[in-house]
């Protein structure tokens, strides 16, 4: 099994940036890909941005330039780097992944806190 655990999350003013990381455990051999997704009070989870193992990205409208997803494959920790956050950008980030063979992420991390302030 593979365990995903999530950091870097915190209060910050409209404007700022913010790094969060997700390390991975277990069997991380397995894991083809991994994704940042947040969910807001009373919505639907939204996809982030993925990574692939090969490296290859994938990011959503609303942050597309305002976002980047990197991996270090020795840490097993996949960071997301937020920058120009909106309040719109508030939510809980969720860290993903999916093994190989695997078309939906089916594992998850805990979450960690994103608020923006006005």
């Known amino acids: 099994q593979v365990q995903l655990v999530e950091s870097g999350g915190g209060l910050v003013q409209a404007g700022a940036s913010l790094r969060l990381s997700c390390v991975a455990s277990?069997?991380?051999?397995?894991?083809?890909?991994t994704g940042w997704y947040r969910q807001a009070p009373g919505k639907q989870r939204d996809l982030v941005a993925t990574i692939t193992s090969g490296g290859r990205t994938n990011y959503s409208d609303s942050v597309k330039g305002r976002a980047t997803i990197s991996r270090d494959n020795a840490k097993n920790t996949v960071y997301l780097q937020m920058n120009s956050l909106k309040p719109e950008d508030t939510a809980v980030y969720l860290c993903a992944a999916r093994y190989y063979g695997v078309a939906t992420y089916h594992l998850w991390g805990q979450g960690t806190q994103v608020t923006v302030s006005s």
């Open positions: 277990g069997r991380t051999a397995l894991i083809s890909a």
